[in-house]
């Protein structure tokens, strides 16, 4: 179901491509998916930061979040699109973090996402084709199986990535969130007037 972030699929032969890689299945279906997303919802640990934290002699914990994810989530709401973060953690950096890029839908401490990514949509009047999630892990499969663009990053567990559409080139936390708005920001022709606050 996926298109492999890699160009050949493990366990083909050299110059085999996968089916997956080509038409429909690919390019024009990932666009015609892109194209309707109106909210992009994700994951924390593992997605929007790394799939690992430090715990620090204190109690307090040391977290790694990509830059570029950052620009990512500031250039797909200056683009008009929703963005919200579903952890199944409760995290003080992570508050502090969704502060720092203005993500208002912060729902932490969840174990089952569905619920919470229904209200979500049902908030902002849309439908699941119109909304994109990214994860990594077991507990994202529910939201993956009923989204309109349902995205695994590089280093998701395989039941993750078999349930995607897409699969990013780069790992959770290390820019895989930047990829997935890019090109929906592109397929949609909103990449370049998102960027103009910047160049």
Same mark, same amino acid.
């Given at each position: 179901?996926?298109?492999?972030?890699?160009?050949?699929?493990?366990?083909?032969?050299?110059?085999?491509?996968?089916?997956?890689?080509?038409?429909?299945?690919?390019?024009?279906?990932? +666009?015609?998916?892109?194209?309707?997303?109106?909210?992009?919802? =994700?994951?924390?640990?593992?997605?929007?930061?790394?799939?690992?934290?430090?715990? =620090?002699?204190?109690?307090?914990?040391?977290?790694?979040?990509? /830059?570029?994810?950052? =620009?990512?989530?500031?250039?797909?709401?200056?683009?008009?699109? +929703? *963005?919200?973060?579903?952890?199944?953690?409760?995290?003080?950096? *992570?508050?502090?973090? $969704?502060?720092?890029?203005?993500? @208002?839908?912060?729902?932490?401490?969840?174990?089952?996402?569905?619920? @919470?990514?229904?209200?979500?949509?049902?908030?902002?009047? %849309?439908?699941?084709?119109?909304?994109?999630?990214?994860?990594?892990? /077991? #507990?994202?499969?529910? /939201?993956?199986?009923?989204?309109?663009?349902?995205?695994?990053? $590089?280093?998701?567990?395989?039941?993750?990535?078999?349930?995607?559409?897409? *699969? @990013?080139?780069?790992?959770?936390?290390?820019?895989? *969130?930047? +990829?997935?708005?890019?090109?929906? %920001?592109?397929?949609? #022709?909103?990449?370049?007037?998102?960027?103009?606050?910047?160049?």
């Amino acid at each position: 179901m996926a298109e492999s972030a890699e160009s050949l699929v493990p366990g083909k032969e050299a110059g085999e491509e996968s089916a997956k890689e080509s038409g429909k299945e690919a390019g024009i279906d990932l +666009e015609a998916r892109s194209r309707r997303i109106r909210l992009i919802a =994700m994951d924390v640990d593992g997605v929007l930061s790394e799939s690992r934290f430090i715990y =620090m002699e204190g109690g307090g914990e040391a977290r790694i979040f990509s /830059i570029k994810d950052g =620009m990512g989530i500031a250039l797909a709401r200056l683009a008009g699109l +929703e *963005v919200a973060l579903i952890s199944g953690r409760e995290s003080v950096i *992570v508050a502090r973090r $969704a502060a720092e890029l203005h993500i @208002t839908d912060v729902y932490q401490g969840v174990i089952r996402k569905l619920g @919470t990514f229904s209200q979500l949509i049902g908030k902002y009047g %849309l439908d699941k084709e119109q909304a994109c999630y990214i994860g990594d892990d /077991i #507990n994202d499969l529910p /939201i993956l199986r009923e989204v309109g663009l349902a995205v695994a990053v $590089a280093d998701a567990v395989e039941e993750v990535k078999q349930a995607a559409h897409y *699969v @990013t080139h780069a790992p959770g936390g290390g820019g895989a *969130v930047r +990829e997935i708005i890019d090109r929906i %920001l592109r397929f949609q #022709n909103l990449y370049d007037d998102a960027i103009k606050v910047f160049v």
